[in-house]
């Protein structure tokens, strides 16, 4: 073999070396770019993810903030509603206040409510003595049925006449009036203690109207409002 046929085969081995570096060159390449694209890929997927998340996140923050302030807007809704209708009802107690002020007015029937009372306080405490507080403008009312409320009593309970002893002392506040609107007042009636004071009965026409009401205010609540609100 000759210098020509040596330096063809060694060109020729140059050639295939260099042919297969190439393609070699080409696959890394390739293969780098496709590795590429793919941590490309999963690195846009993972943000898209996080956006999403974060998306549903704040969505999420969006609805709740919403359902506080629907929630705060009903309650004070609610709010509203009740405290109209207890200005309403509240009002009503205010006009049968009024009204209680009249009862004193009609001498002969306050008389005979005040004998019924003193009767029915004393069938209530059921002492042999006790102790009774009314108005001053009542008293020389309460100081003539005093007899009859004892015999009443004595008769219903079929007891002896019991010992009413009228405190002179300590009065019950008189009426309301311009000077006194919000002050103690009383509109009638009586108030009756045993002598120890341990065991008292207010029967006056304010403590009556306060139990009338209390008891009959969820029928009043139904009947102005209807479904009561819880």
Known sequence: MNDTDVSKQIQQMVRFIRQEAEEKANEISVSAEE???????????????????????????????????????LNASRIKVLQAQDDVVNSMKDAAAKDLLQVSHDHHGYKRLLKDLIVQSMLRLKEPAVLLRCRKEDLHLVESVLKSAREEYAEKANVHSPEILVDT????????????LHGLHCSG???????????????????????????????IRKWMFGQVIA
């Open 35 to 73: 590795e590429f694209n793919i941590e490309k890929l999963q690195l846009v997927e993972a943000e898209k993810k996080k956006i999403r998340q974060e998306y549903e996140r704040k969505q999420k923050q969006v609805e709740v903030r919403k359902k506080i302030e629907y929630s705060m807007q």
């Open 169 to 180: 002392n300590v009065y019950l506040p008189p009426a309301p009036s311009h000077h006194n």
């Open 189 to 219: 009636g009586v108030v009756l203690a045993s002598r120890d004071g341990k065991i008292v009965f207010e029967n006056t026409l304010d403590a009556r109207l306060d139990v009338v009401f209390g008891k009959k205010l969820p029928e």
